[in-house]
Nanobody, 124 residues
Framework: QVQLVESGGGLVQAGDSLRLSCAASGRTVSSAATAWFRQAPGKEREFVAAINWSGTIANYADSVKGRFTISRDNAKNTVYLQLNSLKPEDTALYYC?????????????????WGQGTQVTVSS
């Protein structure tokens, strides 16, 4: 099993930045690609960004491209999501997820392990 713990969320104003962290523990060798998803109240969980084990491949949702950056530090078993130029529509609960395969896919059903989420609230 792999345990994922997110941190770094908070209440910010539009235009501000945040950095989210996803710390993995347990059988981390079982975890390869890692992604961030988000879910706003009354909406479905949506893909934000994903990265492979080596960090050489990253995918982004169109809505965050150019504003968010996903990265990882495998020595620390941690994946980061840098959120810049935040907008009120970025408000959501942000989840970290990982999968045993090393392809950073976009469908949440293809991820094996999930964290509990960290709340990001952006005021206008």
């Amino acid at each position: 099993q792999v345990q994922l713990v997110e941190s770094g969320g908070g209440l910010v104003q539009a235009g501000d930045s945040l950095r989210l962290s996803c710390a993995a523990s347990g059988r981390t060798v079982s975890s390869a690609a890692t992604a961030w998803f988000r879910q706003a109240p009354g909406k479905e969980r949506e893909f934000v960004a994903a990265i492979n084990w080596s960090g050489t491949i990253a995918n982004y949702a169109d809505s965050v491209k150019g504003r968010f950056t996903i990265s990882r530090d495998n020595a620390k078993n941690t994946v980061y999501l840098q959120l810049n130029s935040l907008k009120p529509e970025d408000t959501a609960l942000y989840y970290c997820a990982s999968r045993r395969a090393n392809i950073p896919v976009v469908r949440p059903t293809q991820y094996d392990y999930w964290g509990q989420g960290t709340q990001v609230t952006v005021s206008s």
